[in-house]
């Protein structure tokens, strides 16, 4: 079956960096679209970042120059690098297979303080 496990959040200053990381398995993870949701409190859910099977990749305005999203598709692994944090990514994230297969991870916790 398809999973999907999350490690690398945590608390951090603003300013500080934090990297996810995502293990995937069950599905043919080359051939699939990725990408890091968040929901913050009161808020939708939103996506922060997809890359392709290919590596092509996209981000929210709001983390452009900021993050940055990876895969090794040899490992399975799709990454978040979040440099430069704001307030404003606390959040919880969550890895997401989006194309073909949709699935989504347990989510971990981004805070950050000011």
């Known amino acids: 079956q398809v999973q999907l496990v999350e490690s690398g959040g945590g608390l951090v200053q603003t300013g500080g960096s934090l990297r996810l990381s995502c293990a995937a398995s069950g599905f043919t993870f080359r051939l699939n679209a990725m990408g890091w949701y968040r929901q913050a409190p009161g808020k939708q859910r939103e996506l922060v970042a997809i890359i392709t099977g290919a590596g092509d990749t996209n981000y929210v305005d709001s983390v452009k120059g900021r993050f940055t999203i990876s895969r090794d598709n040899f490992q399975n692994m799709v990454s978040l690098q979040m440099n430069s944090l704001k307030p404003e990514d606390t959040a919880v994230y969550y890895c997401?297979?989006?194309?073909?297969?949709?699935?989504g991870g347990q989510g971990t916790q981004v805070t950050v303080s000011s």
């Open positions: 997401s297979a989006i194309s073909p297969i949709g699935y």
